[in-house]
């Protein structure tokens, strides 16, 4: 990002965060609430008159840049380091955000796989949205059109994905309610999650999965993978951030049964342990596609374990050997 690209979103974020602690402070709410408050103004690019600080806000308002194609990533960004700021705020566990550089490098893979379809407009759907960084990310990346189904049980975390799509003029469409339990669009192109990890409190719903546990909570990751599989057509692909122990799990056996049953693994990448304080909540990038006639199946998936990215070097090499490792299976089907 270069000095003027900085600055932007530098301009962006001050706008967010003065206005949102405008809001804050008159509504009496959390940041994180504020900051979706703000955004809709910023996308309105119109203040609510009934705020004594309105002037205030439309001063701020004033100082945007235009919204459109070339500003999107800095509306991201912006948008993100305000999340961050309210997250840090008061945290709930389910609360976290996806690493910019880990969307960047999620973008890059779904824009690969997506590239071999001939389809000229895509559906893209992520059951867990969250603030809609991540699916933002993918679809400033994507090269075809797209439009994004967003899923997300969290009211708070809901209004703030709306505000981010606004605020960088994507096509998208966002339902309040929870992937596990509520039937979601059928016969997506692509699945894309940051899913959250830990046990689904509703065993009821949990037994209609092939992936529930054998007694006690199933893992809601496991349930969504399998939600995720079911919706996406058939060859489409899934692209998920989930836990590294995903596959030595005590409810493994399980998801390895699903899996073998109805998908196929790509790939499954490790982040960089450098990102993680706590190993035990290290990820990785783990990429399914949904069982087809004429697949033709890679003989062994791709395994890596990815380079810090802060080694512009290594991870251009790595990058350039997974491009090339997709283009050459996905060239043989039929």
């Known amino acids: 990002m270069d000095v003027q690209e900085a600055t932007m979103t530098e301009t962006i974020y001050n706008v967010l965060d003065q206005g949102a602690e405008i809001v ?39 100082g945007l840049p235009d919204k459109g194609v070339k500003t999107r990533e800095n509306y991201r960004r912006a948008m993100q380091l305000a999340v961050l700021k309210g997250m840090r705020e008061a945290t709930q566990p389910h609360h976290a955000m996806t690493p910019d550089a880990v969307s960047l490098f999620i973008g890059y893979i779904a824009n ?25 990310a993918v679809l400033n990346q994507l090269e075809k059109e797209a439009l994004f189904v967003g899923v997300e049980p969290d009211e708070t975390l809901l209004k703030l994905a709306y505000a981010n799509a606004n605020l960088q003029t994507h096509d998208v469409e966002l339902f ?46 496991h349930l969504l993978i399998e939600q995720g599989v079911k919706h996406v057509k058939k060859g489409g692909f899934l692209i998920f951030l989930v836990p590294n122990t995903l596959f ?47 697949i033709v ?15 512009e070097g290594s991870l251009a090499d790595m990058m350039g050997r997974i491009s090339t490792w997709f283009d050459d299976h996905l060239k043989r089907d039929h």
Request: glycine share 4%; net charge negative; aromatic share 6%.
């Open 248 to 294: 030595q799990s005590e409810q493994s056996k399980q998801l390895h049964t699903f899996i073998k049953q109805e998908a196929i693994i790509y790939s499954f990448m490790q982040l960089p342990s450098s990102m993680f304080k706590n190993q035990a909540v290290a990820k990785s990038i783990l990429v399914l596609r949904k069982q087809s006639e004429g």
């Open 24 to 62: 804050k402070s008159e509504k009496d709410i959390l940041y994180l609430e504020a900051l979706s408050y703000m955004g809709e103004m910023m996308f309105n690019r119109h203040t609510d008159e009934s705020l004594q600080g309105s002037e205030k806000l439309d001063k701020l308002l004033s």
């Open 297 to 311: 199946a890679p003989k062994q998936a791709l395994l890596a374990e990815l380079p810090s990215f802060s080694q």
């Open 112 to 136: 690969k796989v997506l590239s071999h379809d001939d389809k000229t407009k895509h559906v893209v759907m992520d059951p867990a949205v969250g603030v809609g960084n991540l699916m933002t």
């Open 176 to 221: 309040h309610q929870d992937s596990v339990s509520s039937p979601l669009i059928k016969e997506v192109d692509l699945v894309v999650s940051d899913l959250p990890a830990g046990y689904y409190p509703n065993d009821a719903i949990a037994q209609q999965f092939v992936t529930k546990a054998d007694d006690g909570h199933s893992f809601v990751h």
